[in-house]
């Protein structure tokens, strides 16, 4: 398991990584998220809804209520700033790789 405390500044990114394609639900993402790291994080729910809102404020996603699946779920689609925010955010990430990368033998 990857610790939380490594990984926390990056969780906007994988969630927004998987809003690129199309709107998603909480759950939907959690689940998305576990399965693509192979089990290897799990997102805490709270960390979750607070990366959720946290994004929402800042402009980069925003939410709406669909029923359509018969259950009413809260749905987070991906804005511009969104795009952009997550693009900035992998270009941030090849830096800190280049910096951590030294120090790893």
Same mark, same amino acid.
């Given at each position: 398991?990857?610790?939380? +405390?490594?990984?926390?500044?990056?969780? +906007?990114?994988?969630? %927004?990584?998987?809003?690129?394609?199309?709107?998603?639900?909480?759950?939907?993402?959690?689940? *998305?998220?576990? *399965?693509?790291?192979?089990?290897?994080?799990? %997102?805490?729910?709270?960390?979750?809804?607070?990366? %959720?809102?946290?994004?929402? *404020?800042?402009?980069?996603?925003?939410?709406?209520? +669909?029923?359509?699946?018969?259950?009413?779920?809260?749905?987070?689609?991906?804005?511009?700033?969104?795009? +952009?925010?997550?693009?900035?955010?992998?270009?941030?990430?090849?830096?800190?790789? *280049?910096?951590?990368?030294?120090?790893?033998?």
């Amino acid at each position: 398991m990857i610790s939380s +405390d490594m990984i926390r500044g990056y969780v +906007d990114t994988m969630i %927004l990584y998987f809003l690129m394609d199309r709107p998603s639900y909480a759950y939907e993402l959690s689940r *998305q998220i576990r *399965q693509r790291t192979q089990e290897k994080y799990i %997102l805490k729910e709270t960390t979750l809804y607070s990366a %959720l809102s946290r994004l929402e *404020q800042a402009g980069y996603v925003a939410s709406f209520s +669909d029923e359509s699946s018969g259950k009413r779920r809260t749905y987070y689609r991906l804005l511009e700033a969104g795009r +952009d925010y997550y693009e900035e955010k992998c270009r941030e990430w090849e830096l800190i790789k *280049q910096v951590i990368e030294r120090f790893i033998r």
